[in-house]
């Protein structure tokens, strides 16, 4: 029976290493309406979290731009804010330019569109990841 109980133990499904991060939100113009935060670690799900079931969308108040994500599965992580100052859940533009404000994970430079998921993602190793807003207009 006991030569039994190492082979039966390999059998068992593996555990994934889960992880967490706390993100904090800075540079917000005010502290109105909500921030709408997209979690992925899929590159073609960035930046709005569409079409992945693991993605994790997440609704804070402006005026406590701060939240943790805990009991993620190891791996590269990307994130996108939008500021949704008048909470209407969706980020506003002006002939295709951002009239709220937008930020991503790793801060990188923005020119045109959203950033690649490589630009902006990062491993799940516990540090703070902080995202700077940007406001267009």
């Known amino acids: 029976m006991r030569a039994l109980l190492p082979a039966a133990?390999?059998?068992l499904p593996a555990a994934s290493?889960?992880?967490s991060?706390?993100?904090e939100v800075t540079n917000l113009r005010n502290?109105?309406?909500v921030l709408q935060i997209c979690l992925t670690a899929r590159p073609d799900s960035f930046?709005?979290?569409r079409d992945d079931p693991?993605?994790?969308s997440r609704t804070i108040s402006a005026a406590h731009p701060a939240t943790r994500f805990e009991g993620l599965a190891s791996a590269n992580y990307a994130v996108a804010v939008?500021?949704?100052a008048n909470s209407n859940k969706k980020l506003d533009t002006m002939m295709g330019i951002p009239r709220e404000g937008f930020g991503f994970s790793r801060n990188p430079t923005i020119t045109f569109g959203p950033p690649k998921f490589t630009s902006a993602s990062f491993p799940l190793d516990g540090a703070k990841q902080q995202v700077k807003m940007k406001y267009m207009l």
Request: net charge negative.
């Open 9 to 11: 133990l390999l059998l």
């Open 17 to 19: 290493p889960v992880g």
């Open 21 to 23: 991060f706390d993100l």
């Open 31 to 33: 502290a109105k309406g």
């Open 47 to 49: 930046p709005d979290c």
């Open 54 to 56: 693991r993605a994790i």
């Open 82 to 84: 939008i500021h949704d």
